[in-house]
């Protein structure tokens, strides 16, 4: 696939089909992640690969979907992701709990994502206090976002802003998402 074309292949996904992502894939996301820019090179992302179908099972509760596609934003059983990948910021590497080097890692994990043929969703509505319970996280990782991942069972695609910026779901199940022009967003 040619790297513009991931570019625009790289849709938010929802519903997944549920054969499982080998942990070999997983690992190649992480390791995309683990290449992006760090301010002064600290590097203080870690990431939780989270691909037990316990454990996935147990997150499920703990993340929000699609507030636009209320009140079907959320995959029903069946369709929801088999793996995460808990992004944090280790704080003793750098004492915040925000860096611009998550976006960084976040992108080249998704764009990889769509090399592998994967779909993926970037969650920050998520339940962190819980999340770092369940998966037992050192003290001092601060959950950034996560990503649920799986093989997509569902179509998402780019379209021209009309009246406003909400993407939605058409009557054949293909979400929609409008973005501004190149020319509405040059200064």
Known sequence: M????MIQNRRTIRKFT?????????????????????????QPLKYKI?????TVAAMQPLVRWAAYLA???????????????????DRSIRDITETPDAGAAVENLLLSAVYE?????????IDRKEIHALLQLPD?????TLI????PAEHSQTTGITENIRYY???????????????????
């Open 169 to 187: 779901r058409d009557e054949n199940g293909v979400i929609h998402v409008p973005k501004r022009t190149l020319e509405d967003i040059l200064l």
């Open 117 to 125: 043929g994967l779909g993926a969703c970037w969650m920050g509505s």
């Open 2 to 5: 040619e790297f513009y074309d």
């Open 140 to 144: 001092e990782c601060c959950i950034h």
């Open 71 to 89: 009140p079907n934003g959320a995959p029903k059983k069946g369709e929801q992701p088999t793996a995460f990948i808990v992004v944090c910021i």
């Open 148 to 151: 649920a991942l799986g093989y």
């Open 50 to 54: 989270v691909s037990d179908s316990e």
């Open 18 to 42: 549920q054969q499982p992502i080998p942990q070999e894939v997983l690992l190649r996301l992480v390791d995309a992640a683990r290449l992006a820019p760090s301010a002064a090179n600290l």
